[in-house]
């Protein structure tokens, strides 16, 4: 089996905007969950820092995560103002190096 596609994508709110970033990125959550070939969307908040928003994302394929980049569920959360929300974005497309869920 090919390793995933793995993306962190963090986000930082602009000042005042945190919770409504957060409760949109929620919804993005739970609709992205549904696409094919989502394996893991998590969202996470930093500790000590209610404006910085890490997503841990995991894909079956580079492909099915620019479908993704480019499906409903982000257009949704562009069309809620989303995307003016966020002061800054880094994204970051990762390889596993080493490592990953411990055996059972």
Known sequence: MAEPHIVIAVTKALPGHAA???ALEEELVTATLQ???????????AVGDEHLLV????????????????????QRFKAAGGSALIEHLDIYHLHRVAGGEPRS
């Open 55 to 74: 997503m841990i994302e995991a894909w079956a394929t580079e492909s099915a995560w620019r479908e993704h980049s480019e499906g409903a569920a982000l």
């Open 20 to 22: 409504k970033l957060r």
């Open 35 to 45: 696409e094919p070939g989502c394996l893991r969307y998590e969202l996470n908040l």
